[in-house]
């Protein structure tokens, strides 16, 4: 799991004019109070499109506290930064096409992602479950951390890796002992159990 800079409580990033157009001012703030105390990181993210309509960029909209305490997000974050300003390993990746994708289509996209990466004045580290689903023209990103689970699967499969070495050992003696036995199908071999 990534480990939060300190245990202070990230300062908040604030209302997001584009969810209260969406929500109405009421319906923002009971959406932001919903994911304030949830435990998966969750974001907002809003479509800038050219002249043509075609999306270029996401501008940042909203990010409950577990996701600006797990990324070490400030609250300066949204209005410094686009998506690809504050994360440009995304540009031309298949994630921005996914994400655009969603934004137009509305079909939902769910993927694993490793993140150990700058992300604007934050920092990305961890194995996360991304789910990506459009809210009126914007995304709803919900991230769901898997890092601890991946790294008890990792030692867990070294661990049975490490086990059927040893076991194999003994094993190949018995094999190669009764390729011994069968050899000399006459021969007189004393009982092994007595």
Do not use: K
């Not at 490793?114 to 990506?132: E, N, S």
């Amino acid at each position: 799991m990534a480990e939060p800079a300190s245990d202070a409580e990230p300062e908040r990033w604030g209302a997001d004019p584009r969810l209260e157009e969406l929500l109405g001012a009421q319906g923002a703030a009971g959406f932001r109070a919903l994911l304030e105390g949830f435990p998966d990181l969750v974001g907002i993210v809003w479509p800038l499109r050219d002249a043509d309509g075609t999306i270029v960029d996401f501008a940042l909209g909203y990010g409950n506290p577990a996701m600006l305490r797990s990324f070490r997000l400030p609250a300066a974050t949204r209005d410094r930064y686009t998506l690809l300003e504050a994360l440009p390993r995304m540009r031309g990746s298949r994630a921005f096409t996914e994400w655009v994708r969603v934004s137009t289509t509305g079909r939902s996209w769910i993927r694993e992602i490793v993140y150990d990466t700058p992300f604007g004045d934050g920092y990305m580290l961890g194995t996360f479950v991304q789910r990506v689903a459009r809210l009126g023209d914007g995304l709803l990103i919900v991230l769901t951390d898997i890092t601890e689970q991946r790294r008890n699967e990792a030692e867990l499969r070294n661990f049975a890796d490490l086990v059927a070495h040893d076991l194999r050992e003994p094993v190949i003696g018995i094999a190669h002992l009764i390729g011994v036995l069968e050899r000399r199908p006459g021969s007189d071999v004393p009982d092994l159990l007595e």
